[in-house]
């Protein structure tokens, strides 16, 4: 908001700083000597457009300059802003102010300044009130009010062509017509009698929210010893207010007469003014009127359109489209056609019924708003997209061409929709949901015990939501393509139809799938009344009693069973794990022997196989060759037979007698010296003893790790695992599983 208006295109000269200027070292001292060059000095003009644009410009005070600096005194300051050719110029409307920093002074903000035309500031700042400007709220107030001026009225018909509050026109329209009436201009209605009689009726609207105060008639009656009267309607008689004598000239006559308030309409004639002109039994009269008019003012009274609202009272309201009269709070229509006229003419948005009422849509109603609490709305097949209402009971038939119809602490007995959005609204009857469209519901429920149902025209694929629904409900016509997505709390729902897909949260009673084909059903995020029941009942009876027949074991119990086991097992002595130890090492290193000479038969073997074999095949002789080897053989027989008579029996009475520390000696050797390779997983069922002594002594020797479920043998640099075996307790029976790589 600005501090000071400024006049614009003219050199001035304005403030700095909106406080004094302050000392930084004890921020109380004034600085009262403050020069246009003092040392750091920093000058910003910050200046905004009614565009919003903003600039700042750096201004460098002088002195006998463009931009002087003055000492206001007591620490204020100002400088100069020319017209033009500164560093800125005094030449935009817009909005200013000063921010800089001196050293050795606080930074300091200047006032906010609006700078507009001169006219402006004339009008409203500078100069003293005067019949032209400005007004005061006063003479505003006054206009058409009771407590200040009038406003005067022309006539807007005549009972020439109709008759006017009953009576029928009596004269001949020689001149004129009655809209002559409505200036001072010379141009006259001019009644020649019919049989010496006139009766004309003019009919002025003052308006239903005014009061008609004066009438006042121009003109005169022709005819020197004829005579006119001047009447006003009261809303049940004609009231006479003056006789105007007839004469010979053709000057004007002006008759003015006050008017009271019986003479203003109310109900159908609210507003009007009825101005009689008659005589009957004269000598050829003819009336000349050149000017009528009645003055009225505004009585202030009514409430008006509150809340911005067409008020309408289908029991008690009066019809009518009278604006700022009709429909307003304490004068409502009795009519939604009247509200929609009233509402076009004064643009008020809302309509607002009173309690009670009711109303049968019989036009257009999209993008309206209807607002009220227990009263009626009846459809009516009117279109309804972009419609808000509230607090209705509502049936019948809506359309929409596209925008969602919303209606809010509603009550829904039968009836037809398209794209709907409903809030806190309550159903008992069927509603149909007749187009492929979204359909929203949100903190709805079922009213009373009527189970709700909602449908849709077949054909129409739509999406339905529930969020907070409470009670019961009921969906029908469901086909391939529809989604419902139900959340509440639900007592019972019902599906029928066929192929659609259906999700269920919150909590449901019960749940009848009536869905033929291949629909979907998902209710894993819901939670089933009954389940919850049975859980109440276990947490109540059954999981306290289980508790309560646990063993209630002390750590003293525990402990105390934990010594008795330790007492109870008999485990090996140091000397029988030795026994053992060296049984299994003799063993292996035995079978180690066997082994090694098991291995050295085989490659001779595969030797044999592979060169020996083949070519001693082929060395074979042949039949001559083997008789005369037989006869050679026989000869040699003969000589071996000497030989193992003699010669051989020497020869093993010479073989070693090896003794039994000999034998002893060696095994020794194989047992302290021969070393094996390390097992690297079980050996398997049919082993040979040499690897399951390995095993066993891999078992015997390495690290082993133990988990709830799992226990792991180590290899010999505990940097891999041998094998693992899955463990269990069943609170019975310990089992340890079969040891696998």
């Known amino acids: 908001m600005s501090d000071i208006y400024i006049d614009v295109d003219t050199a001035i000269a304005v403030p700095v700083n909106v406080l004094p200027l302050i000392d930084d070292t004890d921020f109380k001292t004034i600085e009262d000597s403050i020069v246009y060059n003092a040392a750091g000095m920093d000058l910003v003009w910050n200046f905004v457009t009614s565009a919003g644009v903003q600039t700042q410009t750096a201004v460098t005070p002088t002195t006998a300059g463009v931009h002087d600096w003055t000492n206001v005194t007591n620490g204020m300051y100002k400088i100069e802003i020319p017209l033009s050719a500164g560093t800125i110029n005094n030449d935009a409307e817009g909005y200013g102010w000063f921010t800089g920093v001196i050293t050795g002074v606080l930074p300091f903000r200047g006032p906010v300044m609006t700078f507009r035309a001169a006219s402006l500031n004339d009008q409203l700042v500078d100069s003293a009130d005067t019949d032209n400007h400005p007004s005061t709220q006063g003479q505003v107030n006054g206009i058409g009010a009771a407590s200040g001026g009038t406003l005067p009225f022309q006539n807007e018909g005549d009972n020439v062509d109709a008759p006017l509050k009953s009576v029928t026109f009596v004269g001949v329209e020689t001149s004129g017509t009655n809209t002559s009436v409505n200036f001072d201009d010379g141009v006259y209605h001019n009644i020649d009698d019919t049989g010496n009689a006139i009766d004309i009726v003019y009919q002025i609207d003052v308006g239903g929210g005014r009061t008609a105060t004066e009438v006042v008639w121009k003109g005169y009656l022709q005819g020197g010893n004829d005579a006119i009267t001047l009447q006003v309607y009261n809303g049940s008689t004609w009231d006479t207010l003056k006789t105007i004598s007839g004469k010979s000239g053709s000057t004007n006559d002006t008759i003015s007469e006050a008017l009271f308030g019986s003479h203003t309409g109310s109900g159908a004639d609210l507003g009007k003014v009825f101005v009689r002109l008659q005589?009957?039994?004269?000598?050829?009269?003819?009336?000349?009127?050149?000017?009528?008019?009645?003055?009225?003012?505004?009585?202030?009274?009514?409430?008006?359109?509150?809340?911005?609202?067409?008020?309408?009272?289908?029991?008690?309201?009066?019809?009518?489209?009278?604006?700022?009269?009709?429909?307003?709070?304490?004068?409502?229509?009795?009519?939604?056609a009247d509200a929609l006229t009233i509402k076009a003419s004064v643009g008020i948005p809302d309509i607002h019924l009173f309690?009670?009422?009711?109303?049968?849509?019989?036009?257009n109603m999209e993008n309206e708003s209807l607002f009220g609490d227990h009263w009626t709305l009846a459809l009516g097949g009117q279109a309804c997209g972009g419609l808000y209402c509230e607090g209705a009971s509502v049936s019948g038939i809506a359309t929409s061409s596209g925008d969602e119809m919303h209606f809010e602490g509603c009550d829904f007995a039968t009836a037809t929709v398209e794209q709907a959005h409903w809030d806190k609204c309550g159903f008992t009857g069927t509603v149909t949901m007749n187009t492929t469209d979204d359909y929203d519901l949100h903190g709805c429920y079922s009213k009373g015990a009527a189970v709700p149902v909602f449908t849709k025209t077949p054909g129409q694929t739509i999406n339905f939501e529930t969020h907070d629904w409470a009670g019961d409900i009921t969906i029908s016509g469901l086909e391939l393509g529809d989604v419902v997505e139900l959340g509440g709390a639900f007592r019972t729902v019902t599906l029928n139809g066929a192929d659609a897909t259906v999700h269920i949260h919150g909590h449901y009673e019960t749940c009848t799938n009536n869905l033929t084909g291949s629909p979907t059903l998902e209710v894993d995020g819901a939670i089933k009344y009954g389940d919850v029941a049975d859980i109440l009942v276990d947490t109540s009876t059954t999981i306290p009693a289980s508790i309560s027949g646990l063993n209630d074991i002390s750590t003293a119990q525990v402990n105390t069973e934990v010594d008795t086991a330790l007492t109870d097992y008999d485990g090996p002595t140091r000397t029988e794990a030795t026994s053992d130890k060296d049984e299994i090492i003799t063993q292996v290193n035995a079978n180690e022997t066997k082994i090694d000479t098991i291995d050295t038969n085989v490659d001779a073997i595969l030797v044999d196989?592979?060169?020996?074999?083949?070519?001693?095949?082929?060395?074979?002789?042949?039949?001559?060759?083997?008789?005369?080897?037989?006869?050679?053989?026989?000869?040699?027989?003969?000589?071996l037979i000497v030989d193992t008579g003699t010669d051989i029996p020497a020869l093993i009475a010479a073989l070693n007698d090896l003794s039994a520390a000999q034998v002893n000696a060696e095994v020794v050797d194989v047992i302290d010296t021969d070393t094996s390779v390390e097992v690297t997983q079980p050996p398997a069922a049919t082993s040979s003893l040499r690897a399951r002594i390995g095993w066993l002594f891999a078992l015997a020797r390495n690290k082993m790790t133990q988990?709830?479920?799992?226990?792991?043998?180590?290899?010999?640099?505990?940097?891999?695992?041998?094998?693992?075996?899955?463990?269990?307790?069943?609170?019975?029976?310990?089992?340890?599983?079969?040891?696998?790589?």
């Open 355 to 363: 309690n009670g009422s009711s109303i049968t849509l019989a036009a």
């Open 707 to 741: 988990t709830a479920s799992t226990a792991t043998l180590r290899n010999d640099d505990d940097n891999g695992s041998i094998a693992t075996s899955t463990d269990s307790d069943d609170g019975t029976t310990a089992t340890r599983g079969e040891w696998i790589p």
């Open 279 to 336: 005589c009957t039994a004269q000598s050829n009269p003819s009336l000349y009127t050149d000017q009528l008019y009645v003055s009225a003012v505004n009585i202030g009274q009514s409430v008006g359109y509150a809340n911005g609202s067409i008020w309408i009272d289908t029991n008690n309201g009066v019809a009518g489209t009278e604006a700022f009269v009709n429909g307003v709070a304490d004068n409502p229509t009795d009519s939604i």
């Open 609 to 639: 196989t592979g060169t020996t074999l083949p070519a001693s095949i082929a060395a074979l002789p042949t039949a001559t060759e083997i008789t005369a080897d037989m006869d050679a053989n026989s000869t040699q027989l003969a000589a």
